[in-house]
Structure formats: C-alpha cells, structure tokens
C-alpha cells in the first residue's frame, strides 16, 4: 500500500470509529431511563381501567416491548401487569369504602367487563369477595365513628 492508499484507509478507520461512538451516544439516549419508567408509570396512573397491551404502550414511548418490561421491573420492583392489578383493585377497594355503587358498576369502573373474573381477581388481591371486603370496612368505619 502507498502512503496515499494507507491516509485514506485510515481515514475511513477514523470515520467509522466516529460513527460507532456516535451511534453509542444516540443508542444510550433513546434507551429508557428512570425517567421514561416513571412517564410510563404516570400514564399507567390515569389510564389504568383503559385496556392497554405491552405492545401498544412500547409503542407509544417509543421502545421495544421487551425492554420497557425490563427497564419497569428493575425501577418499580414490580411487572407492568401487577402494577396496573395494583392500581386497579386498590381503586375497587376505595370505591367499595366510600360509595354504594354495585359490586358490577365498580368492576366496570375499574376496567373489568367480566364479572367473574373481577371477583377472582379481587379475591386473591384482598383474601375475600368484594362484597366481604364492602361488609368488613363499613363496619369497621361505623364502629369508629360511633
């Protein structure tokens, strides 16, 4: 190889370093931080009765599913479905508390159209039914209250 010959493959070896640090830099800000957790998070918050997968909420932050299950797992402790089931019955128990809507109207409120499972699903989160959990907290609140 002439001088001429090894300048330009050198010069082509620099670029190409240059580009993969580049890429590097760009890759690692696109991945998702605590920050980007915590905004998919903050979504899951207001939006925990809508019916959502994991794919349509990688895709609307824009990250691939498997990682953003990851990346959730490692910031919250917990999986993206046992958070939203957190949410979810944490938001039947206040509702069962607090009003006298149906055990029905509740599970619709709270993203469930299928009653049977909502009651599964209440009873293994709470150790009982909703209509146990509705008679044990009322009493235990007029019992205070008196």
């Known amino acids: ?27 690692k ?3 998702p931080s ?4 915590m905004q998919v998070k903050a979504y ?12 349509q ?7 691939s599913p498997f990682y953003l299950s990851r990346q959730f797992h490692k910031h919250t402790g917990y999986s993206i479905r046992q958070y939203i089931l957190q949410l979810q019955m944490g938001e039947a128990e206040n509702i069962l508390i607090f009003s006298d809507l149906s055990i029905k109207e509740i599970a619709l409120k709270c993203g469930y159209d299928n009653l049977p499972y909502f009651y599964s699903l ?9 209509a146990e959990y509705r008679r044990q907290y009322t009493k235990t609140d007029q019992k205070k209250s008196s």
């Open 34 to 37: 605590a920050e980007t957790v």
């Open 1 to 27: 190889m002439t001088d001429g010959n090894l300048a330009i493959a050198g010069s082509r070896s620099a670029k190409r370093i240059e580009i993969n640090r580049t890429f590097r830099v760009l890759s």
């Open 122 to 130: 209440f009873r293994k989160y709470a150790h009982c039914t909703p």
């Open 29 to 31: 800000e696109k991945l």
């Open 57 to 63: 909420l990688a895709q609307m932050f824009f990250i």
């Open 44 to 55: 899951l918050d207001q939006h925990y009765s809508s019916k959502i997968s994991l794919d």
